[in-house]
């Protein structure tokens, strides 16, 4: 069902994690056409390291997680399971048959104050929402040092409050002030790539 994606060179790490690294420095904006090389790369200078992370002491960045979305991803980690590949503890991007990809959750950590030290998640929110449930570490792809701008979003004060929902709700995050006029909030998100969810839109 499952296959380690190898597309960096052979003296690169065979378990994709030196693939991750090089797309996540040359990250851009969604909406970065047709200035998409006059933005700045939010990660280009940055430290990207993997390692484990507790996901009780990660600040969420959406007040919502979607229940179906929970329970795919109970399935897809007892099946990958069988095949030993653990999606807890993934040092790269995995490509599942049918043409899906996953990746580590995603973790900013703000240096800014008065979020000095706070990793916010960027993307795999479901994921880390049901580790902490079961109890356990689950490693992240953790950006810190130089990032040249930051999410458009909050960190909320913590999990609790994060809700269950069977829709994507209209009140999804708190977002910073001053966002400039011709941007869209959803647009200062970085630009989806494989094993990546990006943004969701609220549900009609």
């Given at each position: 069902?499952?296959?380690?994606?190898?597309?960096?060179?052979?003296?690169?790490?065979?378990?994709?994690?030196?693939?991750?690294?090089?797309?996540?420095?040359?990250?851009?904006?969604?909406?970065?056409?047709?200035?998409?090389?006059?933005?700045?790369?939010?990660?280009?200078?940055?430290?990207?390291?993997?390692?484990?992370?507790?996901?009780?002491?990660?600040?969420?960045?959406?007040?919502?997680?979607?229940?179906?979305?929970?329970?795919?991803?109970?399935?897809?980690a007892d099946e990958l399971a069988k095949e030993d590949v653990?999606?807890?503890?993934?040092?790269?991007?995995?490509?599942?048959?049918?043409?899906?990809?996953?990746?580590?959750?995603?973790?900013?950590?703000?240096?800014?104050?008065?979020?000095?030290?706070?990793?916010?998640?960027?993307?795999?929110?479901?994921?880390?929402?049901?580790?902490?449930?079961?109890?356990?570490?689950?490693?992240?792809?953790?950006i810190s040092g130089n990032i040249t701008s930051m999410l458009?979003?909050?960190?909320?004060?913590?999990?609790?409050?994060?809700?269950?929902?069977?829709?994507?709700?209209?009140?999804?995050?708190?977002?910073?002030?001053?966002?400039?006029?011709?941007?869209?909030?959803?647009?200062?998100?970085?630009q989806r790539f494989h094993g990546s969810g990006g943004p969701?839109?609220?549900?009609?």
């Open positions: 069902m499952a296959e380690i994606i190898r597309l960096e060179p052979p003296n690169r790490d065979e378990d994709g994690a030196g693939f991750l690294d090089m797309y996540l420095r040359e990250w851009v904006y969604l909406n970065a056409e047709p200035l998409r090389y006059l933005l700045p790369r939010p990660y280009e200078w940055a430290r990207i390291d993997i390692r484990m992370v507790d996901p009780a002491k990660v600040f969420p960045t959406a007040k919502y997680v979607l229940r179906k979305n929970l329970a795919r991803i109970a399935v897809l653990d999606i807890f503890n993934l040092r790269g991007v995995v490509k599942i048959r049918g043409g899906e990809y996953i990746c580590p959750p995603i973790l900013e950590v703000w240096g800014e104050a008065p979020y000095n030290g706070t990793p916010v998640i960027v993307d795999g929110a479901h994921r880390l929402y049901l580790a902490r449930q079961r109890g356990i570490q689950i490693s992240c792809v953790e458009p979003v909050l960190p909320l004060k913590g999990w609790h409050e994060v809700l269950e929902q069977d829709t994507v709700p209209e009140d999804k995050r708190n977002y910073h002030p001053g966002i400039p006029g011709n941007w869209q909030p959803h647009e200062l998100y970085r969701r839109i609220t549900s009609s």
